[in-house]
């Protein structure tokens, strides 16, 4: 019996080390290119054109990071306007899309009422039948509820039955439907159940689903150009500035605006990473 054990362990620590080294790898990979642009955003233009490329600047320029707070602005709409637009449509649309679909999704999941399976179908056809050329009819209806070059754009184009949906209702449907009823029986409402005793159960999918879809739509540029222009979030201003760096080619600068918005993504990971690692692996009612 120790002869197993051993090898067991022996095979554990080798299988281990191997992946270790692996996602060790793995990592670098993926980090290479931040690093390059970092260092790229403190070089001066001459540099960047002439020097080789994963060489280190001679004095580092951090005027870059200035300079792009300045040249990046939209038709007089500033840097740090551009950033309160990206708040409010990454984290307003995340928000506002993931609180309609996860109710709309704890509904379809725990209660029996005619219409459930034909939503539910509905929203799966919606996933798998690719709708090509509706951006016209979308830009219309846009116009017609008055959410067009709007804040209100976040609230009325939050949908209910796409694929966060699918994701939460097939989390909902593995939470124990015990957990309500002991709610019920000590006088707890429907919404006081929904909000206070299922919902915590799955606060780490839902937070999962929220750093993706912030960070999808934090980085979406052709949405905010077409259907709020006046409105020119951080991705917008980044994606106007190429025309002007292929022609200054100032990419230190552009670089530096990269950099710039890439930090808040990179926060909100830094606060939400202990809730997407607390999964719960058991439950806490008894048989």
């Known amino acids: 019996m120790k002869l197993v054990t051993k090898r067991n362990k022996t095979r554990f620590t080798v299988t281990t080390a191997v992946v270790f080294a692996i996602f060790c790898l793995y990592t670098v990979i993926l980090a290479i290119p931040y690093i390059w642009g970092i260092i790229v955003s403190l070089k001066t233009r001459y540099e960047y054109m002439e020097m080789p490329v994963f060489s280190l600047p001679e004095k580092l320029q951090f005027s870059n990071y200035i300079k792009a707070w300045k040249e990046l602005s939209v038709e007089g709409?500033?840097?740090?306007?551009?950033?309160?637009?990206?708040?409010?449509?990454?984290?307003?649309?995340?928000?506002?899309?993931?609180?309609?679909?996860?109710?709309?999704?704890?509904?379809?999941?725990?209660?029996r009422f005619p219409g459930r399976a034909a939503i539910y179908t509905t929203a799966l056809v919606i996933m798998m039948i690719p709708i090509m050329g509706s951006m016209a009819s979308s830009l219309k209806f846009t116009q017609m509820i008055g959410a067009y070059d709007s804040r209100l754009y976040i609230f009325l184009n939050a949908s209910a039955v796409g694929a966060i949906f699918i994701i939460m209702y097939a989390t909902f449907k593995g939470v124990s439907w015990g957990y309500a009823e002991a709610a019920f029986i000590d006088g707890a409402g429907h919404f006081t159940t929904f909000f206070k005793i299922m919902l915590p159960q799955v606060i780490s999918p839902i937070c999962a689903l929220f750093m993706t879809q912030f960070i999808t739509l934090w980085s979406d540029d052709a949405t905010p150009l077409v259907y709020f222009p006046n409105l020119p979030t951080l991705s917008t201003g980044l994606y106007m500035y190429q025309s002007v760096v292929k022609k200054t080619e100032q990419y230190p600068i552009y670089f530096a605006g990269l950099i710039t918005c890439m930090i808040p993504t990179?926060?909100?990971?830094?606060?939400?990473?202990?809730?997407?690692?607390?999964?719960?692996?058991?439950?806490?009612?008894?048989g």
């Open 77 to 111: 709409t500033s840097v740090p306007m551009m950033f309160v637009n990206s708040i409010w449509y990454a984290g307003g649309m995340s928000v506002t899309s993931i609180l309609f679909s996860t109710m709309t999704a704890y509904v379809i999941a725990k209660y």
């Open 266 to 286: 990179l926060t909100l990971f830094l606060i939400f990473q202990k809730n997407l690692m607390n999964v719960q692996m058991g439950g806490g009612l008894k």
